[in-house]
């Protein structure tokens, strides 16, 4: 399994960008930590598949407890990444799986290498 980042990543944000590759193919996904513990999504909006940030590690609003796609204002869950709020209600973030090893957040799709 692939480091895709450590715990300390997410402090100043809660949330740490990065890439996986499916073959050749390079995905930008982004690992967010929250009240139930660390997730990783593709960071690509179930609404127009834009990236939901637009600066550097940016994913949650100013209380931090939703994620916020910058182009439209949906908010997400960030536990499950289902849509709470604006156009893509009820729709979800595509997931990655990751494992915890200590401080490393390890990618548990073997389909992708980082
Ligand atoms: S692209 Fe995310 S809300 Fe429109």
Redesign the pocket.
Known sequence: MTVLCRLADLEATGAKEGVVHDGGIRHPIFVVKHAGGVSAYFNA?P????P?NAEPDAFFDFSRSFLV?G????HFDAATGRCIR???KGESLRRLAVHLDGDRVLCADSDYTV
């Open positions: 909006c609404h127009a598949r834009l939901l796609c182009n439209h204002g949906a604006g156009p893509c």
